[in-house]
């Protein structure tokens, strides 16, 4: 089975993306959709934001999308992490075929994440990391052996996280806003508040 990663340049996912093709000897990395030019059978579109033309998806069997919610609810933005914000510890992981709208065709597999409810930011990536390697792998070993069900219910989405989201509440306690605290990155995007019209960043780490 000829089998195609897609991620995006410059993306946290590219080591694992690596090591999911070291894990499909038959795959071939891609950090852009202009660089395939042949057909594959089995495309993996991984953090990769942008939205695929329809000769793209025409010329693949499969172009599989993994989004961190149980479709379609939570379509959009960092799907794991607003539900983080929310304070769930259960995380749909739902593999599915692309088409020309976001996070909308059928789906194949959904698989779900358990958390502890005290992972930060970088145990979180490795976490999702971990789920999509899963999800992938899981898809080929049971290949042809799937079938799609339609996405049902009332779909919603999430926006797009900024870094004004990492912005602390000073009236508010850290229990209040631990799960804010989880999803922000100490180099991207720390935490911060402002008080006496001064800026303070503030940085979390779990204790060796």
Not at 27 to 52: A, C, N, P, T
Not at 58 to 65: A, D, E, G, P, R
Not at 113 to 142: D, K, P, T
Request: charged share 20%.
């Amino acid at each position: 089975m000829k089998v195609a990663i897609l991620t995006s340049k410059n993306q946290w996912f590219i080591p694992y993306a690596k090591q999911l093709q070291k894990a499909i000897p038959t795959s071939r990395l891609y950090l852009s959709h202009l660089e395939i030019k042949k057909s594959y059978d089995v495309v993996f579109i991984l953090s990769y934001h942008q939205l695929l033309p329809q000769e793209f998806l025409q010329l693949h069997k499969h172009n599989l999308v993994i989004h961190a919610s149980s479709l379609p609810k939570g379509k959009g933005w960092s799907p794991l992490f607003w539900q983080v914000l929310e304070g769930k510890n259960e995380v749909v992981f739902t593999l599915f075929e692309a088409d020309l709208k976001a996070d909308n065709g059928v789906i194949y597999l959904q698989k779900t994440l358990h958390l502890s409810g005290v992972e930060l930011y970088g145990e979180l990536r490795e976490l999702q990391a971990e789920m999509c390697q899963i999800l992938c792998l899981e898809f080929l070993a049971m290949y042809p052996n799937l079938q799609p069900t339609a996405q049902c219910g009332n779909e919603s989405f999430y926006k797009k996280r900024t870094q004004a989201d990492s912005e602390l509440d000073i009236t508010k306690s850290i229990e209040e806003q631990f799960n804010l605290l989880r999803i922000v990155s100490n180099e991207k995007f720390p935490a911060f508040f402002y008080k006496n019209g001064k800026k303070f960043i503030v940085k979390i780490y779990k204790e060796n």
